[in-house]
């Protein structure tokens, strides 16, 4: 198990020493405070510049190129950096909305032309209204009363000058006018490259002032840990001249936190969880692939304190899962080759490692599937190869498939059982655990055995499972509970046999899925094949079309099938009955992370 064991830690001193204590605390990184008086509301020293703050990194995250950036030794005015920092962006937000106007305009006048409208004066008073008409309108025309010609057409439209003083009624034409303004196309065409060059410049000094962005994240990291220390101050219990504070640590944490309280002249006390208290859930991993299994747990619950630690059964019955539905090797393959090309830049950063060794064991696990089901983008190996040998699946046998799937789940669900059996051992849940697991065995007994003995056999798991269940609920309830009391949650315990049979069939969307997923890719190759055959020459360039897009189509939907459903089934059916209690997770009192 490695959920870490937690001991309670309540430190004490001088009123006057908890400022430096809590900067201390909060430097160690060890303690979940727990709250000894409710805090009061976070007052920010300055909310204005400290949301002009966040907007000026949140700026420097964002540019497309980044320097190296100045080290923190650097003289920094901040205030005059995030100045420049907020006027560059504004500069560059003005220079976008002019271009996205002009690039507007420039599409619209494009086909009618170089010219300018005429003044007023010169018409006597009348102005042309332009109209880009759809050919389908053509007969609209005849119902303008006004003058009006055809000075030009394209494709799809009519372009129409109309000679009116006022602007035309909004039904004079089916389209509204286009404004041309009172630039011609070379004017607008001009200040559209002053505008490239003027973004250009600006997106040069941004990308200068990303050197700041070490020394800001700093200065935004430093703020938010003020405000921890703010709202942990808050929750410390003051007298005149002491202070207390307590929290959750974890044991091997003790030392540290001894060396601590000596060098500020603290009492210190430790003591281990009492058999009411909830601590914290802390996973401990080690390696990237269990980290990264202690991700997708935490993703939808921590587990309870006291109860165990799934990450791996989730990160490999996950990988299992998925390479089930994608059922592919060439798709494998190519999730494969992208990870490859990223794995570099995945692992600049810790939780970037954790993902690409869940991606490399994802690849893995599809692609030994994929060449046991025999499928290379939808396609075959040929017969007698050594890739045809491999094959041992077959995804279009319906019995033998549904027969994997359900196996699989009631391995899956067992696992869970077991976990249960084992940390209840001495209590009612442990014995209805081992039950549930006796009636999973009698149940696929019934389905898969065959003759008297097999039956016979499958019977008495049966009935051994039902009453184990019984008995655990009996045991299971609070004690000086009535016998009516006692009986009722045992019968109410047996009724999980329906969850149970539902939680099994769940399994079989790996089968469907799976199966799907390579009727599509054959579907797609078979389509391909028959345009080539029926079309020659143009045929080849559509049929290579056709590949391409319906494989894209296959493998998103793929991934977001092997994702939403490989999770589905650890978070529903694996947690419904191994994690029956939820607990919360461990938020150490520590410093920010820099800001990357």
Known sequence: MTIAPMLRVTLCGLAGEKAAVLEALQALGA???IPLRRPGPLTLDDPAARR???TAFRHLLDSPEKLRPWPLRQPFDAEAVIAEIIENRRTLRRLSDRRDELGQRLEALAPWGEFRRPDPAELRGERLWLYALPRTERAALARVELPWAVVGHSETALHVAVVAKQPPPRDTLPVPPVEPGDQTLAELRAEFADLAIATEMAERARADLTRWRLALGAKLAAAEDADDRRVAAEQTLDDDRVFALQGWAPADSAPALRGLAAAHGLALVTEPPAADDQPPTLLRAQGDRKAMGSDLTQFYMS?????WDPSIVVFASFAIFFAMIMADAGYALLIGALTAFSWRRLGAKASGKRLRALLAALTGASLIY?????????FSPPAGSWLASLVIVNVAD???????SILLG???ITIALAAVAWLERARGKGMAALGWIAVIAGGLAFWIGEGAPAYLAASLLLAAG??????GGLAGQPRGASLATRLGGA???????????????SYLRLFALGLASASLAGTFNQLALDIHAHKPGIGLLLAIVVLLFGHAINIAIGLMSGVVHGLRLNYIEFFGWGLPEEGYPFRAFARREMPA
Do not use: I, N, Q, W
């Open 370 to 378: 994929g060449m046991a089901a025999g499928s290379y983008f939808g």
């Open 466 to 471: 039902l009453g184990a269940v019984f008995v």
């Open 410 to 412: 009631a391995a899956h």
């Open 491 to 505: 019968f109410l315990g047996l009724t999980r046999a329906t969850k149970l049979f539902g939680d099994l069939l």
């Open 52 to 54: 002009r703050a966040d």
């Open 31 to 33: 303690l979940h405070l």
């Open 398 to 404: 319906f019995e033998a498939m549904m027969r994997l």
């Open 303 to 307: 587990p309870g304190y006291r109860s």
